[in-house]
């Protein structure tokens, strides 16, 4: 008599933590831990869902919900991955008012800033995050050119008859200014962010725009030990040299900059802070040059002055 057994393979990902079973960000309340858990248990609760790892899905819902969903347990975990999450923790709203009317306000704030657009007076500065950063949120530092009436002479340009000496009879007083935003959690890319208006004081109102772009990590390519990363460039930044940013999974935003007259397959170090300092990974930018599909009449010009300035180069060179 012979028998046959039948084994299945289940595939299950046990490298998430517990935030990440439940797909909740780990500053998440204790009331969006429990909606997030009972709309994944409808899913994956074995009566409903007959796939082969339903079950052991269920298993890490529900112990990822019974350690989240307690006080005690949920700091203990949340010390091993050292976050801190001090006003996460078990708070009842309705004994805290002053907390929920907070929350209702931002809230009201954000929803009144999505309705906001830019328009052709806007200034729009382009940021560049991480989809961790998208997906939890983050902040970023803008540097911005604030232009606003002279204090002295309040946009008059003249005291007495004479030219006024703080602003030299501009009118305008302008500094450069640092602005802290924050970018919600969850953020669309290319969505706008309406920060503020500047040159409040000016002549004219400008509103401030944070246009957000989500960069997919960087798809490393290996040679013996070396890593290299593929960037592209059109062919004027080959030629005048331009600062460049990758984005590593591991390692963040790397900075680079890349020089004047670089040639086709140049690579570039670049520059990575590592654990191992011994005998650490060597990362390359390889630089590919795209060249333009057509050229507009604007840019046949401009090519033509380039050659014939090459020309009379060249001319001068044979006669000497």
Do not use: W
Request: glycine fraction near 2%; include cysteine; aromatic fraction near 10%.
């Amino acid at each position: 008599m012979k028998i046959f057994i039948k084994i299945t393979l289940v595939m299950v990902d046990c490298t998430k933590n517990l935030y990440e079973i439940l797909n909740v960000s780990p500053h998440a309340s204790f009331d969006e831990i429990k909606r997030a858990y009972k709309k994944l248990v409808r899913i994956y609760h074995p009566d409903v869902n007959k796939s082969n790892d339903a079950d052991i899905k269920f298993k890490l819902l529900n112990n990822a919900y019974d350690i989240l969903s307690d006080e005690e347990k949920r700091r203990n975990y949340d010390n091993i991955l050292n976050i801190t999450n001090k006003n996460f923790y078990k708070k009842d709203e309705k004994k805290d008012p002053e907390k929920k009317e907070y929350k209702e306000i931002k809230k009201t704030l954000y929803e009144y800033k999505k309705t906001i657009v830019p328009d052709e007076n806007s200034i729009i500065k382009e940021v560049k995050i991480s989809k961790k950063e998208a997906l939890f949120g983050t902040t970023r530092t803008v540097n911005i050119l604030n232009t606003q009436k002279c204090p002295k002479c309040l946009g008059k340009k003249f005291i007495n008859g004479a030219r006024c000496s703080f602003c030299l009879g501009e009118g305008e007083k302008k500094e450069h200014k640092k602005i802290e935003a924050s970018i919600k959690k969850d953020v669309q890319n290319n969505e706008y962010i309406y920060i503020g208006k500047i040159n409040s004081s000016a002549l004219y109102d400008k509103k401030l725009f944070l246009k957000v772009v989500i960069e997919p990590p960087q798809k490393l390519y290996f040679e013996g030990e070396n890593v290299l990363i593929k960037v592209q460039i059109p062919l004027y930044d080959a030629i005048l040299g331009i600062n460049k940013e990758v984005y590593i999974e591991q390692a963040g935003f790397i900075k680079f900059e890349i020089p004047p007259l670089t040639k086709p397959n140049t690579r570039i170090p670049l520059e990575i802070e590592q654990k191992n300092k011994i005998n650490p990974i060597k990362y390359y930018a390889t630089i590919e040059v795209i060249f333009p599909e057509t050229l507009s009449k604007e840019e046949k010009i401009l090519y033509d002055k380039i050659r014939s300035l090459n020309s009379r180069e060249e001319d001068i060179c044979r006669q000497i």
